[in-house]
């Protein structure tokens, strides 16, 4: 099972993109037959098996063993990955994304979006990660950018090289919803 199936072609997201088909999905996280998925779903075998095939031919769900129950083959299925994730690139922009600068939201939307499909990629491997909140006065910004620029810079100096494994690095800052109290 991968950790991650990208979904980036239009028949795969109409195939995931139902409720019951949703839920059928987390239902096979570990392999289960159409009977097994009905029972739990309060559906029958017939229709639970209509939604598998059609997420078997979409790619997101496999076949993983077949048994005899009396007297019939059954198929016992399981999802393709533990996550689904769908391009951002189905629907893309509309319109022109207003990128003025990297303090603007256009800009970030493109980070974000560039990293999410480099992640996708991933099959499995080192990675890294961290996260944090910080505090910015009004107007500052600017500052706090500049200086975070010229640490990384000093970071990327320190630990770059032109041998080793080639890292991206993106950093995001972003307002955070104040917290319900």
């Not at 409720?19 to 739990?40: H, I, M, Y």
């Not at 031919?57 to 399981?78: F, H, M, P």
Request: proline share 4%.
């Amino acid at each position: 099972m991968k950790e991650v199936f990208y979904i980036d072609r239009f028949e795969q997201a109409e195939a995931l993109l139902k409720p019951q088909r949703v839920e059928v999905l987390r239902q096979l996280a570990a392999p289960k037959s159409c009977t097994e998925v009905g029972s739990v779903l309060g559906q029958s075998p017939q229709r639970v098996y209509y939604h598998v095939k059609k997420l078997v031919d979409a790619g997101l769900v496999t076949q993983v063993s077949e048994r005899r129950v009396r007297g019939i083959q059954e198929g016992v299925y399981q999802a393709s990955a533990q996550s689904y994730w769908l391009s951002p690139h189905l629907v893309g922009t509309v319109g022109a994304r207003k990128v003025q600068d990297e303090l603007s939201l256009g800009y970030l939307l493109t980070l974000v979006e560039e990293v999410h499909d480099d992640l996708a990629k991933i099959e499995h491997g080192p990675t890294l990660g961290v996260s944090g909140e910080i505090r910015l006065p009004a107007g500052n910004r600017k500052a706090f950018l500049d200086d975070l620029r010229t640490t990384l810079q000093e970071l990327f100096a320190r630990h770059g090289g032109a041998e080793g494994d080639a890292y991206r690095l993106a950093v995001a800052c972003y307002p955070k919803e104040a917290a319900d109290e």
